[in-house]
């Protein structure tokens, strides 16, 4: 897996500023939404394991919609923890994350009474490591824990592909992210990230274990799920 510009100091705060929002369509509806199924099935004092925490913006948005959850967040890059960290720091709710610098293979056992994995996966390839970080996924969570995966969905095998990378780049633009953010990121879509459809992020789902997969978050090119661990 490849972190890209995350390492890079002055884009991670970049990043954490909040950029997610001008590439992902309701970005934060969207935390709302996974916010809420979650707690349909957990109990107040949740524990949640976040993968790919860096930056900070979904652990701020969970704690101050759930203020009793508390929150393991995992994440390759040590510039983004460090971000994390200033978000939640600044929302208030530091005191209630544990930060640890690393893969979902190396992360706390738990169990976690649920999980997330937002705007991440699609930074591994499908050879095997997207299947294999859903499967550790699925073993730190207690039987039957909801689990919200929501993912870039482009075939890049399919003739569609540029059509929907152009979308992708525009709504961004449109949206007030940086042309050069922009640019970057559009070249990342070809040549650096591992985006699959749809289809096979379901059918990862289930190859990993997961059960009851229910679509809840459409935006452009993105999707969400939950599911039962």
């Known amino acids: ?28 509806v969207m935390h709302q939404m996974a916010a809420q ?24 948005s969970f704690g101050r919609i759930m203020p009793h959850w508390k929150f393991t967040g995992v994440d390759p890059s040590r510039e983004m923890l460090d971000q994390a960290k200033t978000t939640t720091d600044r929302a ?45 996924i699925k073993k730190r969570l207690k039987e039957g824990s909801p689990f919200i995966l929501v993912d870039l969905c482009m075939d890049r095998a399919c003739g569609d592909f540029e059509h929907y990378r152009n979308r992708y780049s525009t709504f961004a633009l449109n949206s007030g992210a940086a042309r050069e953010d922009v640019e970057r990121t559009h070249v990342r879509l070809k040549e650096v ?37």
């Open 193 to 229: 990230l591992h985006t699959v459809s749809p289809a096979r992020n379901e059918e990862l789902l289930r190859e990993a274990g997961f059960s009851g997969i229910e679509l809840f978050y459409a935006g452009l090119s993105w999707r969400g799920w939950v599911t039962a661990g």
């Open 37 to 60: 199924l979650i707690s349909e099935s957990t109990p107040d004092e949740a524990e949640i394991l976040i993968l790919g925490a860096g930056g900070g913006l979904e652990i701020a």
């Open 92 to 136: 208030n709710i530091g005191n209630r994350v544990t930060w640890f610098h690393g893969y979902i293979s190396d992360a706390p056992q738990g169990p976690f009474d649920a999980a997330t994995c937002l705007l991440t996966l699609h930074f591994m390839k499908d050879n095997g490591e997207k299947l294999n970080a859903l499967i550790d």
């Open 1 to 28: 897996m490849t972190t890209c510009d995350y390492a890079n100091e002055e884009f991670a705060a970049r990043y954490a500023a909040d950029g997610p929002a001008q590439f992902v369509p309701g970005y934060y």
